[in-house]
T-cell receptor
């Protein structure tokens, strides 16, 4: 049982480059989330998808786009990377609003 | 909107000391409350949860009670071990995700270091 799988684990981008972070869960969860974690800032929600076919902005959506490809997969795209997007990105999923979220191992992204 | 406030860290304790990490919340509905733990280099994992007022969540010697009257969910452990060194996050989940509120909201985290 893999849980939540994120790829890649590490990535270095140059300013202006684009990339997509992939996330897949095998628990048949309805809700999926993308967070970024920065020192002293905790986890900040970028986008979430309450169910297949819906996506909503979180606290810090600027510079990002998401796609809920199907119930399993929720990708995060950086169209034009900036140094301010250097962070650790976590994908998570949950069955519904009241249940625990399961997290992936994270993607450490550096933009130079 | 929904928010979670937890005590600033870092917290440094000696082994076998008593631990309290304070957490208070603001929510528009009746949220579920969680404590997550993050070990170095890893993602977050659930430590314990409570889904309604006066519920007590417990796991691995950690406890927290859902106090609606004080909107609090403080984490406690009677005797910490070196292996408890990690970052602890308080979180809430609320179905009423109106403007400015989101389904799963985290505090900023409290780093705990336990020394032998």
């Amino acid at each position: 049982n893999a849980g939540v799988t994120q790829t890649p684990k590490f990535q270095v981008l140059k300013t202006g480059q684009s990339m997509t972070l992939q996330c897949a869960q095998d628990m048949n969860h309805n809700s999926m989330y993308w967070y970024r974690q920065d020192p002293g800032m905790g986890l900040r929600l970028i986008y979430y998808s309450a169910s297949e076919g819906t996506t909503d902005k979180g606290e810090v959506p600027n510079g990002y786009n998401v796609s809920r490809l199907n119930k399993r997969e929720f990708s995060l795209r950086l169209e034009s990377a900036a140094p301010s997007q250097t962070s650790v990105y976590f994908c998570a999923s949950s069955a519904d609003w009241s249940t625990e979220a399961f997290f992936g191992q994270g993607t450490r992204l550096t933009v130079v | 909107g929904n928010s979670v406030t937890q005590m600033e860290g870092p917290v440094t304790l000696s082994e076998e000391a008593f631990l309290t990490i304070n957490c208070t919340y603001t929510a528009t509905g009746y949220p579920s409350l969680f404590w997550y733990v993050q070990y170095p280099g890893e993602g977050l994992q659930l430590l314990l949860k409570a889904t309604k007022a006066d519920d007590k969540g417990s796991n691995k010697g950690f406890e927290a009670t859902y106090r609606k009257e004080t909107t609090s969910f403080h984490l406690e452990k009677g005797s910490v071990q070196v292996s408890d060194s990690a970052v602890y996050f308080c979180a809430l989940s609320d179905r009423y995700s109106g403007a400015g509120s989101y389904q799963l909201t985290f505090g900023k985290g409290t780093k705990l270091s336990v020394i032998p």
